[in-house]
T-cell receptor, first 113, second 117 residues
Framework: DARVTQTPRHKVTEMGQEVTMRCQPILGHNTVFWYRQTMMQGLELLAYFRNRAPLDDSGMPKDRFSAEMPDATLATLKIQPSEPRDSAVYFC???????????FGQGTRLTVV | AQKITQTQPGMFVQEKEAVTLDCTYDTSDQSYGLFWYKQPSSGEMIFLIYQGSYDEQNATEGRYSLNFQKARKSANLVISASQLGDSAMYFCAMRGHGSSNTGKLIFGQGTTLQVKP
């Protein structure tokens, strides 16, 4: 049963700490997205990759957020330093080249106190 | 710029009846795709259905169908024979493929659907 796997599922951290979220896309999918979901802003696209290359990260605060794909089976989203306003659910999604479907992981619920 | 608009923040439907969730979009791309997702209270995002801009027939997946009206730039989701388990938030999304977009997938604000027994 192919699925997108995100870790951790939940993270509570103190303001100023580094947070790393990981995503394993579905095998064979070459497009990966990172989203942030909050009640106020809805689903915001933070960054996305095709064939491991970043295509658009304009939705991401550059001073504290970074996204990478070290290899085809791993995408990471880092926040350093974290702030309370970063509290949200972070989703990773992956899809095939022609993107006729895109599947989401279960999300990482981040709480920064 | 691309934009997805869902104008219905919340909707009610009686169990076993059909319901239409509205979605309009704006894009200058000739080639694009439209998606619908379901997000139940558990929080997961479930892919429901996809429609390509060049597809001549409306997409269907079980009880879900997408009413695609290209000239009106609308891509409404129709759920037939509603079930209590259909109560959830529903998101419309679009990915473009042209000079204004490199394939990113953007979402509307969502519509909350409640199915009444």
């Amino acid at each position: 049963d192919a699925r997108v796997t995100q870790t951790p599922r939940h993270k509570v951290t103190e303001m100023g700490q580094e947070v790393t979220m990981r995503c394993q896309p579905i095998l064979g999918h070459n497009t990966v997205f990172w989203y942030r979901q909050t009640m106020m802003q809805g689903l915001e696209l933070l960054a996305y990759f095709r064939n491991r290359a970043p295509l658009d990260d304009s939705g991401m605060p550059k001073d504290r957020f970074s996204a990478e794909m070290p290899d085809a089976t791993l995408a990471t989203l880092k926040i350093q330093p974290s702030e309370p306003r970063d509290s949200a659910v972070y989703f990773c999604a992956s899809g095939p080249a022609y993107l006729t479907e895109a599947f989401f992981g279960q999300g990482t619920r981040l709480t920064v106190v | 710029a691309q934009k997805i608009t869902q104008t219905q923040p919340g909707m009610f439907v009686q169990e076993k009846e059909a319901v239409t969730l509205d979605c309009t979009y704006d894009t200058s791309d000739q080639s694009y795709g439209l998606f619908w997702y379901k997000q139940p209270s558990s929080g997961e995002m479930i892919f429901l259905i996809y429609q390509g801009s060049y597809d001549e027939q409306n997409a269907t997946e079980g009880r879900y169908s997408l009413n695609f009206q290209k000239a009106r730039k609308s891509a409404n989701l129709v759920i037939s024979a509603s079930q209590l388990g259909d109560s959830a938030m529903y998101f419309c999304a679009m990915r473009g493929h042209g000079s204004s977009n490199t394939g990113k997938l953007i979402f509307g604000q969502g519509t909350t659907l409640q199915v009444k027994p």
